[in-house]
């Protein structure tokens, strides 16, 4: 764990976070106690986040064009994941931004061949590692949105929290069990305020 990033780096990751990488890059703006939370707000932000999901070398610099674009994407896929949440059709600013970040760098499908045999591999073009970011990004919410697991993508319903994840049975409504208890507290303390 780096001791010197701020507590809220550590935050628990939420189901599905550890398949969709775009589903934590949705993820980095939140609320706690002490209000509002976003891990891209500026530059250095936007490149660290980026360096930590492992889509950008740290010796690549990311200018502030790029990381507006990070936080465009951000939106963009925000607007997604509620869109296919609900059945709605998604803002068309939405879906041009998304795919204007999927051609930015184009995958080359490539042959690999692991000990699990042999398998499709598509690689970015490279040649703009921070375009490649964004496009590996935005792949990775189009699987996500046309995927299996598309049905259990849902916001988190405790109030406050603007989470996403994905459901791992029907009846779970909260992200983590922290959103659950506090929402369960809440509950409780109204019932108590009644009497």
Known sequence: MDHEAPHYLHHLQ????????SLALVNTRFTLSHGPVDLLDGTEAAHLWLVRHELLPDRVALNGRQAGRLLGLREASRALFGARAVGAVP?????????????????????????????????????????????????????????????????????????????????????????????????????????
């Not at 939420?14 to 990488?21: A, F, M, N, T």
């Not at 989470?163 to 109204?190: D, I």
């Open 91 to 195: 803002p068309g600013e939405s879906l041009d931004t998304l795919n204007s970040a999927l051609g930015a760098a184009p995958s080359t499908p490539r042959l690999a061949w692991t000990s699990d045999g042999p398998h499709r591999a598509d690689e970015p073009d490279t040649g703009n590692p921070a375009a490649a970011a964004l496009s590996l990004l935005a792949e990775d919410a189009t699987e996500l949105l046309t995927g299996t697991e598309a049905e259990q993508l849902t916001e988190c319903a405790a109030q406050g929290c603007a989470r996403w994840f994905l459901r791992s049975h029907a009846a779970r409504r909260w992200c983590t069990t922290k959103c659950g208890n506090r929402v369960r507290a809440a509950r409780a303390y109204a019932a108590r305020k009644v009497r």
């Open 14 to 21: 939420v189901p599905g976070e550890e398949r969709y990488v």
